[in-house]
């Protein structure tokens, strides 16, 4: 039997080897890498993972509200602030988790809130499925302060699911005063009107934020960003003068009744506005309550109203029509007319008119105020007695050219640059020098076919008087910190040079005249020299045979620290040309403004 042939082991040669060595080496490697990696992740790069991983899990934040900034009166007086309010928040969820502590939550409630435990257990059981829901809305501190003590104690270990949210409430401490100076908020965030609007993104903060998480060790942890508060503004208004010019439209609507009617304050020696008043002021908390409506329309028209129509209803009485309205401003225009004739020396102060009632002018024939005409009359007379006939007269002298030159240079077609919304555009409602008529010029003269806004004529009439300065008129004068800091003060704007010192000394005398003598007898103070101006202006149609009546007047003469300017739009129950109604209602005004600002009274004459 033949015997199989083994087969010859075969022996690793060099090569071999090699291949096995560099494989083993190559597992080596990866082996010693993947522990250094093990190692790297486990060590280095621990807290970065844990992080990624600990975001992945559930947390809850909650919007800590910043505090919109005060509004104060120049006398630190609070005008506009904002209250903490509450929500009670409850989680349904939580509550219902057992039958303990509902009971404890449920007695919680009703023993420290008041709360109704059927109207509790209804609104519960109808949410159950939630962990966010507001029960209440708009609470005080004190209506929760009893429950807030309790949870924070060991007695409420049982009690879960409730939270109380913040928010702020606009609170405005004198309701309708200076109501459309300040504006209101909508939204809790959005100033409407005023200097809630103009100057929205001072008062405006920054919203906190406080989350709730899960740390390292899956203990629930916290972590804040505290909100930033909004700036508080201090106005230029005086509250007791707000008042007492509010108190004075009041009592004058009651009597007699008007359109509209406005009182502008201001300070002419640097443009400070001490008050603004007007007959359609409104609650600043209820500011869409429809009862406002009734001071413009009737409740017949109120109920025809479309929803459309009742919101620029609201507008209009929200709007600040002494900003924003314009008119003719009538015979308050005349001491402008003048002061460009003697400023440009046409006038030298000792010029005589004759009045016979009217002026031919082309086919116009245009009246004096006074039809049966003033008869021979003096410079100073063409103011103190309001004649349009001598006016006219001096116009004509002037001309196109320097009339309407001196219209801008006393800034009238011009924006004041107030620090309030809507500002009347009244650039296209005056004359150019080419197209001005001759009409156009006789009527312009005395404060007619043109027109201006209250506080354009307020800002230009305090030139007039206290040497030839035009200030930019402003409404707020610093900025404060959420802490009292001042953050910025508002200076006085010297805008330009209207007329000199000469000019502006004779226009006074001319106005104390008019107070004196004239048309503005009714303003006259025991204890100062007051001067002033009167106006009329017939409405267009011109066939109406409607009026607005107007005064501006100022104390003391010598060294005017108060301008008042009152409009009054179509009396209704007196003669639409009684200027003494705006006369007497400016010398209360005058009277009230100079004792609260403690003006040193006048050497009488």
């Not at 990624?52 to 919007?63: G, H, P």
């Not at 004779?506 to 002033?532: H, I, R």
């Not at 007497?584 to 100079?594: D, H, M, P």
Request: proline share 3%; with cysteine; aromatic share 8%.
């Amino acid at each position: 039997m033949k015997r199989k042939k083994k087969k010859p082991i075969k022996r690793l040669n060099h090569a071999m080897k090699v291949r096995a060595v560099a494989v083993s080496a190559f597992i080596a490697l990866l082996f010693i890498g993947l522990v250094g990696r093990l190692v790297y992740f486990s060590v280095f790069k621990n807290g970065i993972y844990k992080r990624q991983v600990l975001s992945q899990q559930n947390y809850t934040s909650e919007t800590l509200p910043y505090k919109r900034g005060d509004i104060l009166d120049r006398n630190g007086n609070t005008l506009a602030t904002s209250q903490k309010m509450y929500n009670l928040v409850l989680e349904p969820k939580n509550i219902l988790r057992s039958k303990t502590i509902k009971k404890a939550t449920l007695n919680a409630l009703t023993k420290y809130m008041g709360l109704d435990v059927n109207d509790l257990t209804k609104y519960i059981n109808k949410h159950k499925d939630s962990y966010y829901a507001v029960y209440r809305e708009e609470l005080s501190y004190s209506q929760i302060a009893d429950l807030k003590d309790f949870l924070a104690s060991d007695k409420a270990k049982n009690v879960s699911g409730i939270v109380f949210s913040e928010k702020y409430k606009r609170r405005y401490p004198n309701k309708s005063l200076a109501s459309q100076v300040l504006g209101f908020v909508s939204d809790g965030t959005i100033g409407t009107g005023g200097i809630e609007q103009y100057y929205n993104s001072t008062l405006s903060g920054v919203d906190g934020r406080k989350y709730k998480y899960l740390n390292e060790e899956l203990e629930q942890d916290s972590s804040i960003v505290e909100p930033e508060n909004g700036k508080t503004i201090v106005t230029t208004i005086d509250s007791n003068i707000q008042k007492l010019a509010e108190k004075e439209l009041e009592t004058f609507e009651k009597k007699y009744g008007s359109k509209g009617s406005s009182i502008l304050v201001m300070n002419p020696n640097n443009g400070e506005v001490y008050a603004m008043a007007n007959s359609t002021s409104f609650d600043l908390e209820n500011p869409r309550d429809e009862k406002i409506l009734l001071k413009k329309y009737s409740q017949s028209e109120i109920q025809k109203m479309s929803k459309k129509e009742r919101t620029e209803a609201f507008n209009e009485i929200w709007k600040n029509p002494i900003v924003s309205n314009a008119f003719e401003p009538g015979s308050t225009y005349k001491p402008f007319t003048v002061a460009t004739g003697l400023e440009e020396g046409i006038l030298e102060g000792d010029e005589t008119y004759y009045c016979d009632g009217f002026q031919q002018v082309g086919p116009h024939k245009i009246h004096c105020s006074h039809r049966e005409g003033h008869g021979q009359i003096t410079l100073s007379q063409t103011i103190s007695l309001s004649c349009n006939d001598a006016l006219m007269q001096i116009a004509a002298k002037e001309g196109n050219e320097t009339f309407a030159k001196y219209q801008k240079i006393f800034n009238f077609g011009n924006l004041t640059g107030i620090d309030l919304p809507g500002e009347a555009q009244t650039a296209s409602l005056l004359h150019d020098a080419e197209d001005m008529k001759a009409a156009d010029l006789a009527t312009s003269s005395f404060g007619q076919s043109f027109n201006c806004s209250m506080i354009q004529m307020g800002s230009a009439f305090c030139s007039l008087i206290n040497g030839g300065n035009f200030y930019k008129p402003h409404i707020v004068k610093q900025t404060r910190s959420d802490e009292g800091d001042v953050t910025g003060n508002v200076e006085p704007t010297l805008v330009k040079q209207t007329v000199s010192k000469e000019t502006s000394d004779k226009l006074k005398e001319y106005m104390q005249e008019t107070v004196d003598s004239g048309t503005g007898t009714k303003a006259q103070l025991k204890n100062y020299t007051v001067g002033g101006k009167t106006g009329t202006a017939q409405k267009i149609p011109r066939s109406a045979g409607t009026y607005i009546v107007s005064f501006c007047g100022f104390a003391p003469v010598e060294n005017p620290q108060v301008v008042v300017y009152v409009v009054i739009d179509e009396i209704q129950k007196s003669s639409q040309t009684n200027t003494g109604l705006a006369v007497e209602i400016a010398k209360n005004v005058l009277e009230g403004s100079l004792k609260e600002l403690n003006v040193a009274k006048s050497s009488k004459k």
